[in-house]
C-alpha cells in the first residue's frame, strides 16, 4: 500500500489540518504517523509504539491515528529477532505524515543510509515531528535534527551517542518530547511515550484506559531515568565500588553506615569516598540515598502502602525527613505519586459495553484502508469499543495551541 504524496506541508498548515474539527468535536483528519523501520530493528520498541495508537481508536471508537510502516524502498525489513516486516510504503512515497519516527536496533550505523538522513531533514523542514525509538535517536542524531535537544536512547548507546554528537544533549530519561523531537530509549518505553502524547492530544481519562487495556501497571513519567546497570558502566575495572553498590543495594531498610561499607570490602572511609566522587561523581551517602527513594517510588506506585510504612521500609526514621530526601530527589511529594489514581478509577467507572449488531459491510474500498481503519473496523464488536468519552475537541485544540 502507498501512501498519496501530496505538497510540501508547511508548519501553519500542518497544523491547521490537525485542528480541523468536525460537527461531534472530534479532529476530522486523523494523526498520520510513519514507521521508518531500519535493518535489524527492534520489534518490542516498534509494537510498543503502534499499540497505544491502536487502543486509542478502539478506546474511542473515532480514528484518531493513522499508521504506516515504510523503509528507503519499501521492500521488507529484518527485524533482529530475524522475522520479516512486509511495509505499506517506500520513503518517496510517505510525505503526508504529521509524525515519523525511525525504529531502531543492532548496529544501526550499519543500517542508517544518507537517503534515510535526507528524508529525515527533508520532513523536518515541513514541520512534521520526527522521533525515535530505540536507537533509531542515532539516525536523528546523525540527521543532524537533534543538536540543542534533549534525547533519550537505549543505555547501551548514551556514552556512544554523546561521543559521536556532543551537541545532542543526551539523557539517561525513558523518553523524551521536547518540541517537535520525541525520543524512547527502547523495550517497553515506548509506550509511556506514546501514551503521554495521546493524553495531552485526547485527555488523561484515555491514556489511563490505554493503560489498562496493555496491562501496564503504571504511566512512568518522562522524569524517570533508565536503570543503567553499573557493569555495563565500568566492566571488571571497579570491583569493589560494585560490591559497594551491590551491598546498598541488599541493606535498604535498615541502612548500613560507610564505615561498615568500608570494613566488609575492605577499605577505608577515604578510599570509598573517593571511589563514589571520583566514577559517580557523588557522596557514597547521596547515592545511598538515591538508591533507597528509586526503591521507596517503586513502592509508592505500586503497592497500597501507607507513605510511613514506605518511609520505614526504605530506611528513613519519620516522614518528614522521608518527604523532604524524596522531594529533593524526584521533585514532588511522595503523596503526589498517586495522583493518577482517580483518574483510573473514574476510566473504570465509565466502561460502557457498545456492541453493534454487525460491522459495516466489506466493499472494495477496504483493500485501500489503512492499518488504522481495518483494526478500528474490527474493533467494533469488542466491549470496550467506544467506552471512553471524553472531551476531545478540548484537548484537541490545546494540543494545537501548543504543538
Known amino acids: 500500500m502507498k501512501l498519496e504524496p501530496t505538497k510540501v506541508r508547511t508548519k501553519a498548515t500542518t497544523r491547521a489540518s490537525q485542528a480541523r474539527t468536525g460537527e461531534n468535536g472530534h479532529t476530522a483528519r486523523p494523526t498520520r504517523i510513519g514507521f521508518l523501520l531500519l535493518d535489524n530493528f527492534t520489534l518490542i520498541a516498534h509494537s510498543a509504539a503502534i499499540e497505544p495508537l491502536r487502543m486509542a481508536n478502539q478506546l474511542s471508537g473515532q480514528e484518531y491515528y493513522q499508521w504506516f510502516t515504510f523503509s528507503e524502498t519499501g521492500g521488507s525489513v529484518r527485524a533482529s529477532d530475524g522475522q520479516r516486516m512486509l511495509l505499506d510504503a517506500s520513503m518517496d512515497d510517505a510525505q503526508d505524515l504529521d509524525i515519523v519516527i525511525v525504529c531502531g536496533g543492532v548496529a544501526p550505523q550499519q543500517a542508517i543510509r544518507k537517503s534515510h538522513l535526507r528524508y529525515l531533514q527533508a520532513m523536518a523542514r515541513r514541520g512534521c515531528m520526527v522521533g525515535g525509538v530505540c536507537t533509531g535517536t ?118 548500613l553506615e560507610l564505615e561498615e561499607l568500608a570494613a566488609i570490602t575492605k577499605l577505608s572511609r577515604r578510599q570509598v569516598e573517593r571511589l563514589f566522587l571520583k566514577y559517580l561523581d557523588c557522596s557514597p551517602w547521596r547515592y545511598y540515598q538515591t538508591i533507597r527513594i528509586h526503591r521507596a517510588r517503586e513502592l509508592l506506585r505500586q503497592t497500597s502502602m501507607k507513605i510511613i510504612e514506605v518511609a520505614t521500609a526504605c530506611g528513613f526514621v519519620s516522614t518528614a525527613h522521608f518527604s523532604k530526601c524524596y522531594r529533593a ?75
Open 138 to 255: 542515532w539516525a536523528l542524531a546523525q540527521a543532524g535534527l537533534l543538536d540543542g535537544y534533549r534525547a533519550s536512547i537505549h543505555w547501551a548507546c548514551i556514552s556512544g551517542l554523546q561521543e559521536a554528537f556532543p551537541k545532542v544533549l543526551v539523557t539517561s530519561r525513558l523518553f523524551t518530547i521536547e518540541a517537535k523531537r520525541l525520543t524512547a530509549s527502547g523495550g517497553t518505553a515506548p509506550v509511556d511515550m506514546m501514551l503521554h502524547l495521546i493524553g495531552e492530544q485526547h485527555g488523561p481519562e484515555l491514556m489511563a484506559a490505554i493503560s489498562e487495556m496493555v496491562m501496564c501497571d503504571r504511566i512512568r513519567s518522562e522524569q524517570e531515568q533508565q536503570r543503567i546497570p553499573l557493569r555495563h558502566v565500568f566492566g571488571t575495572s571497579q570491583p569493589k565500588l560494585l560490591e559497594i553498590v551491590a551491598l546498598m543495594q541488599a541493606n535498604i531498610e535498615e541502612p
Open 329 to 403: 530527589v524526584v521533585g514532588v511529594p511522595p503523596s503526589s505519586e498517586r495522583t493518577c489514581e482517580p483518574v483510573q478509577r473514574a476510566a473504570r467507572g465509565r466502561r460502557e459495553v457498545f456492541a453493534p449488531n454487525m460491522l459495516p459491510e466489506f466493499k472494495d474500498p477496504v483493500a485501500r484502508a489503512s492499518s488504522a481503519e481495518l483494526a478500528l473496523l474490527a474493533a467494533r464488536c469488542e466491549a470496550t469499543y467506544g467506552s471512553v468519552r471524553h472531551t476531545a475537541r478540548q484537548h484537541a485544540a490545546t494540543w494545537n495551541a501548543h504543538g
